[in-house]
């Protein structure tokens, strides 16, 4: 029985090779537990369901999430350790907001070293904005305070044990901030102390270079040996590598001989920066020596070799067409280089040849031949302006001509001088001829029409010379001598109103210029405004206090005004400085016999003898003076004296008849013949011209009224006013101005018409000429 038993068991798993295997077998087969549809009838299920058997978690073998591995699904937040009835929150946020950071605690050492180099960046950074800003106080006050932070930031660090940690470069910047404004705030021995601890300290690196600064505030302080052993430290310790930086530094050191006297020495630092990096200011200051020794050959050289120094294009630049202009790509640096060329060529034209032409001459074909060929028209007009200079209109008006075949704007320019200097010379027409051929040229040109209107404005066509100078404002509205000419112009029509809107505006754009103010002060005076011309006229003498004409006119209006004190001070203000003006003389003599002071007024009338020693007038006012002074005695020997130089005085034989018979003397009977005599010869000689005139007493009697008047409107206000202001000539010619510093020449009595004329425009360039003298020339460079 057990065998049978065994084979059967073996039999279970042979398969018959008869019997087909089934293919779609096992797919009924599945686990009951799965089976929902018997769920109904499993006992053990239906009872967990009614009981809390079933609400109870699962057993889990995984009891902390430590255990598992991490994976996409817990870095998501799920887990298998979910519990029933939880919320999905991967992001934590029903546990509530985070609790606060952790704040720094500032008493720690380290934090304490932080809040306080930030403060002293903020006192540097707060310093260098106030020197920006052009508080220099400010700007040191801070600097002083960064100091002090810093010095307690160095003080904290040792007493936390990191005295090795030290911030050397918050160092070097509150020393070198606090040094420089030492320095701008002239502080220049504190300023060298400040340096030269920074240059001391070895733990500074190329502290050196501060030996620069340093030798700059000895330059400063005219310490010239000094400066020049600094400099030459500093350049020891600068490195080939920086070429640039020793190029400047040998620059500062030619400057220094320069101021010192010592030409070669320069000369020889001038020449080496030529031949290692040429450049314009160095050719320049290369010339200026040359000129100070006399040296014709080197002149020439350095010249030449100034006008072949490049412009600095860049390598993009290089591939710009030929027909752009370098002017539009480097307009500074070319106008620096223009603006030294000019001033060198005329330096250098009257030294180099024996006559200044044949050096102008030369240094326009150098030029003609450079990169500069544009200035060769400007230096020829500089050589007329040097013929000006010398007096030689003729020469002058010659080089002037040969540009009238030239281009427009050159032409132009020429025909504008030379309408300018026709001007001066008072031909009209051939002004007027070259004032249209500017025009004509360039009718944009506002000089030229300036210069047509002032050829209408003589002929006293006011209406067409306004229209001119209006045409002028049009083409440029900062034109001031077009704007002060059309105020002329409109006071001389009689449209005062227009006249002061016009020299208000100019007012607005010449702040301190003294013959708008005057010009101003006679508009209000005209329009019967006496306070406000009296206070234009006192700005005025803050700005010119010593001229006389202005105290006299100030003294003119307070006396109308009848303030006879504020009258008296300026009158006599005006005749401590100029003690010959015969209108302010008569005013004060005539106050001190007013005020019963005739012994005062004496000085003034004496004076005025002395100014017009044939006006019997002021003889007789010192005689009577003394008379009424009781010197009866001195008055007789006055009176005396007056006879003998004018014996046909009718006055003063009746005061010599009346002082006679007073005093009782034996000349009264004299002098009483003497008197009766002259007498009737004054009226037969005063029968006489009235037959002689009878016919034609009515028109000569006008026609003599009206240049009296004139010629005394001429001679009592057309006085020239101060000494550094030049005088206006006659009524009908233009005042000649062809700059804006011209504007302030002179000013005039307003009474005075005569004495108003237009401004002359001429052409003029925006540059300053060191070796120019304030003259006519100046004012006649072409733009």
Known sequence: MQFI???????????????????????NDYNPTFDSEELDNDAGFQQ???????????????????????????????????????????????????????????????????????????????????????????????????????????????????????????????LFNLATQYANNDMYAEALNTYQVIVKNKMFSNAGRLKVNMANIHFKQKNYPKAIKLYRMALDQISNSHKEMRIKIMQNIGVVFIRMG??????????????????????????????????????????????????????????????VSTSILHPHYKALA????????????????????????????????????????????????????????????????????????????????????????????????????????????????????????????????????????????????????LGLTYKRLGRLEESLDCFLKLHAILRNSAQVMWQLASLFEMLEDPHQAIEWLMQLITVTPTDPQVLAKLGELYDSEGDKSQAFQYYQESFRYFPSNIDVIEWLGAYYIDTQFCEKAIQYFERATLIQPTQVKWQLMVASCYRRSGNYQKALETYKDIHRKFPENVECLRFLVRLCTDMGMKEVQDYATKLKKVEKMKEIREQRVKSAREGSARGTRREGSASSGDSHGTSAKGERL?????????????????????????????????????????????EEDEFADEELGDDLLPE
């Open 5 to 27: 038993k065994s084979k059967t068991c073996e039999m279970e798993h042979v398969h018959l090779a008869a019997e087909e295997d089934d293919l779609y077998s096992g797919y």
């Open 48 to 174: 967990a369901v009614r009981t809390s058997h079933g609400r109870r978690p699962p057993v889990s073998v995984i009891t902390d999430g430590a255990a598992r591995p991490m994976t996409a699904v817990r870095a998501a937040g799920y887990s298998s350790a979910m519990t029933r009835g939880s919320t999905f929150d991967p992001l934590g946020q029903s546990k509530g907001p985070a609790p606060p950071l952790e704040g720094k605690s500032e008493d720690t050492p380290d934090e304490k070293v932080k809040i306080l180099e930030k403060k002293v960046n903020d006192l540097i950074e707060e310093s260098c904005l106030a020197h920006g800003h052009g508080d220099l106080q400010l700007s040191l006050d801070r600097a002083k305070e960064a100091g002090r932070k810093e010095r307690a930031l160095v003080r904290q660090r040792e007493q936390s044990g990191n005295a090795d940690h030290i911030n050397l470069d918050l160092t070097y910047s509150v």
């Open 262 to 323: 010592q030409y070669s020495d320069a000369i020889t630092s001038f020449e080496h920066i030529m031949s290692e990096c040429p450049n314009i200011k160095t050719g320049f200051n290369l010339i200026l020596c040359y000129y100070a020794i006399g040296d014709r050959e080197r002149m020439k050289k350095a010249f030449q070799k100034l006008i072949c120094v490049p412009l600095g294009i860049d390598e993009e630049d290089k591939y710009i067409p030929p027909n």
């Open 338 to 485: 223009e603006k030294f060329i000019m001033t060198s060529a005329k330096l250098i034209a009257p030294a180099i040849e024996a006559t200044f032409a044949a050096g102008f001459d030369w240094c326009v074909d150098m030029v003609k031949s450079s990169q500069y060929v544009e200035l060769a028209n400007d230096l020829e007009i500089n050589k007329a302006i040097t013929y000006l200079r010398q007096r030689d209109f003729n020469q002058a008006v010659e080089t002037l001509k040969t540009f009238e075949k030239k281009d427009s704007r050159v032409k132009s320019a020429a025909a504008t001088n030379l309408s300018f200097l026709y001007f001066l010379e008072k031909d009209y027409d051939q002004a007027d001829r070259y004032a249209d051929l500017a025009m004509t040229a360039d009718r944009y040109n506002p000089a030229a029409l300036i210069n047509k209107g002032n050829t209408v404005f003589v002929k006293k066509d006011y209406e067409k010379a306004a229209e001119f100078y209006k045409e002028a404002l049009r083409n440029d509205s900062s034109c001031t001598e077009a704007l002060y000419n």
């Open 722 to 766: 101060s000494a550094k202001m030049r005088a206006l000539p006659g009524s009908n010619e233009p005042y000649e101005a062809s700059s804006q510093r011209d504007i302030d020449a002179s000013y005039v009595d307003p009474l005075g018409a005569p004495m108003e004329r237009p401004k002359t425009a001429a052409k003029k360039r925006n």
